[in-house]
């Protein structure tokens, strides 16, 4: 029995029979309370059998043969031969000395004989039960079950220690991919991509354990809520959806008090009073619903109200008056607009009322390399989405050049690369476009947008960007590679430059530039760039 | 090198199948996966050839289910061998239908392992 597959296996082997004991016991405690449930019953079945598998592969017999007796038992009580009441006594026993054999086999590496308890069981099982009569087991020859120890606390600043190692890891990583393109040894390139596999699985790991339900932040609101709420008169529930989706740690704490500013300004600007909740038939119970969702590669927070809604028409006003806004802005400009600082309120609360509120949310969650978006309907409600990458520290890119210079843009923002030559470049209306899956969709040149000289080429390699339903082409000079990289901050000159999100480190130490797509095609003068003459 | 992925949430399976294989003649790159994310992972960088694929994943009955039609809708040419427990007829023959070419039912018969392995690998 003891050879190198039983040693190889046994860690794993111990560890996952003791997990799936653990589960047989907790589901037939369950089951005696609630004897009808057969799913219960089933899920003791499941686990007894993939031991009874388990124990098969390493060649346990007397394992295999107690798994199977407790099977028998199992049928018995579906067939409703026998009942759970009569059973469950002699199935503890069972799973104790499951329990017990196990540890035998941590500890002398053989399996306790279980013959004696399976002859037992078997000849239970050919007996007629009476009507209460209680099945008898060995209640002397208690098993202690094996005590492991399944979580430990850690803390916090050490998990954060660990995620700035891996980060340099990467770096590392980098560099050393650098190195074997200018080296270019088979072995080498062997070596760096499992050293690389394994540095992605670590990191995958390492932010797992950072994870944290978003239930910790979410469970906050609803004594806010009823202070608040109480406070200004008015009915309000506090629905809350998604508390079990999980979010990196470092990004719950850079959330806090954006949502926390979102939920006062529902309470306070979106939910009319009750005068004039009924008085617009609405019923005067309201509802604030707190929603978080993921998706593929990130958290979506949503706070909707069944409030007043937006009225655009006075948020356009005043954004007018404040210069923010040109008298011809779109619809989509306008539900922007109320992200800089324009407020339509005459009153100024103690909770909120400045405007300046939502523009520092939008900056905070920008930064933490999320996005926020508005949708409103007047009479009927508001509802924010903040969108956040599920972990902080790395985003995978495209390295493009643009005037020799290096940029990087995200993946997440990208639909398509295209190839395409000087002549299927043409002047629409007053902008440039490209054909793109039968529909023109406009192109600028990178260039263009730092006012920097663009070359002249035959083909021009073209980043398709998809921003919602829309698509629109950035022309660069070349293509680089795709990488992982790690995202470090702005510094404050490059800030002021709104058009890029943060830095990505590369292998050399240099600093890469990385676009800020959302910002990119919002911003006006964008706009008036690809209303130029020339898109290259 | 032909290319494996084991998907399978039991590091205990998961180890036997890699030991069991890793002897295989000729060589494997084994790659492993412990839930659909993660097989999700793999299957971004790696066409596997062949995957192993348990049928019930984190108490989800469907998420082996899941796997697969991933896996068909990035490779369609990739086989793919089911990792069966008794009392999963229904969902069998609905792997069946979604593509995959066989299932072997736990607890297996090692030699068996290597028989389908080879069977479904040119």
């Known amino acids: 029995m003891i050879d190198d597959f039983f040693k190889k296996h046994k860690d794993a082997f111990i560890n996952e029979s003791i997990s799936h004991i653990e589960s047989m016991n907790v589901s037939l405690l369950k089951l005696e309370k609630m004897p009808t449930d057969l799913r219960l019953l089933y899920e003791v079945f499941k686990s007894t059998h ?16 107690l798994c199977h007796t407790i099977e028998d038992v199992l049928d018995a009580i579906k067939n409703e031969k026998f009942s759970i009441k009569q059973c469950a006594d002699i199935l503890f026993e069972c799973f104790d000395l499951l329990s017990a054999s196990l540890k035998e086999i941590v500890l002398k590496e053989m399996e306790l004989d279980t013959q004696e308890l399976s002859q037992r069981v078997q000849d239970m099982l050919k007996t007629n039960p009476t009507k209460e009569g209680q099945v008898k087991s060995n209640t002397e020859n208690k098993f202690p ?54 540095i992605t699985d670590l990191q995958y790991n390492v932010m797992q354990v950072r994870l944290v339900p978003i239930g910790f932040l979410f469970n906050r609101f609803p004594r806010m809520v009823r202070d608040i709420s109480k406070d200004q008169k008015k009915e309000i529930d506090l629905k809350i959806e998604g508390g079990d989706i999980e979010l990196d740690r470092s990004l719950i704490d850079e959330i806090s008090d954006s949502l926390t500013h979102l939920i006062r300004n529902a309470i306070d600007h979106g939910i009319e009073s009750a005068e004039i909740r009924s008085k617009n038939k609405k019923s005067l119970r309201s509802t604030i619903l707190l929603k978080a969702k993921r998706t593929k590669e990130f958290v979506i927070i949503e706070i909707s109200d069944d409030g007043m809604g937006l009225d655009f028409h006075k ?15 779109t619809h989509e400009e306008i539900k922007n607009s109320i992200f800089k600082g324009i407020s339509t309120t005459k009153k100024i609360t103690k909770i909120s009322g400045r405007g300046l509120g939502l523009s520092i949310v939008k900056q905070k969650i920008e930064s933490i390399g999320g996005s926020i978006q508005v949708k409103s309907k007047i009479g009927e409600g508001t509802s924010f989405f903040v969108r956040l990458p599920l972990t902080l520290a790395v985003i995978k890119v495209l390295f493009v050049t643009v005037s020799d210079q290096i940029y990087a843009i995200p993946i997440n923002n990208i639909e398509r690369l295209l190839i395409v030559s000087a002549n299927e470049i043409k002047g629409v209306l007053n902008s440039n476009a490209i054909v793109y899956q039968d529909e023109d969709i406009p192109v600028t040149h990178l260039a263009k947008l730092f006012f920097t000289e663009s070359k002249i080429m035959d083909n021009y390699p073209v980043v398709v960007i998809k921003q919602d339903e829309s698509r629109y082409g950035l022309v660069v000079d070349t293509l680089l590679s795709t990488q992982e990289v790690v995202i470090k901050p702005l510094t404050k000159i490059v800030k002021e430059n709104k058009y890029f999100s943060g830095t990505a480190l590369v292998g050399s130490g240099e600093m890469v530039l990385i676009l800020d797509i959302d910002q990119l095609f919002l911003s006006r003068r964008y706009k008036n760039e690809w209303r130029g003459a020339n898109a290259v | 090198m ?50 192993l694929l348990d049928i019930v994943m984190k108490d989800n009955e469907f998420e082996g289910v899941e796997v697969l039609k991933e896996i068909k809708d990035l490779y369609s040419n990739t086989k793919v061998v089911m990792l069966t427990s008794v009392g999963q007829a229904a969902i069998v023959e609905e792997c069946k239908k979604l593509g995959a070419q066989d299932y072997i039912e736990k607890p297996f018969d090692k030699n068996n392992i290597i028989e389908v392995v080879d069977k479904y690998l040119v």
């Open chain 1, 50 to 65: 993939t031991l009874k598998s388990m124990a098969a592969t390493m060649s346990f017999n007397q394992l295999v043969q």
């Open chain 1, 145 to 198: 079950v094996i005590d492991k120890i399944k979580t430990i606390e850690v803390k916090v600043d050490r998990l954060d220690v660990l995620m700035k190692l891996v980060e340099e890891l990467l770096i590392s990583r980098i560099k050393l991919e650098l190195l074997r393109e200018t080296i270019n040894n088979y072995e080498l390139t062997a070596a760096i991509d499992s050293l690389g596999r394994h």
């Open chain 1, 315 to 329: 948020i356009k006003d005043a954004a007018i008056e404040k210069n923010i806004l040109l008298p011809t802005a």
């Open chain 2, 2 to 51: 032909n290319k494996l992925l084991i998907v399978d949430d039991s590091a205990f399976m998961r180890g036997i199948l890699k030991d069991l294989l890793s002897q295989h003649i000729p060589p494997l790159e084994i790659h492993e996966a412990d839930s659909k994310a993660a097989a999700s992972d793999v299957l971004k960088k790696v066409k596997p050839d062949l995957v």
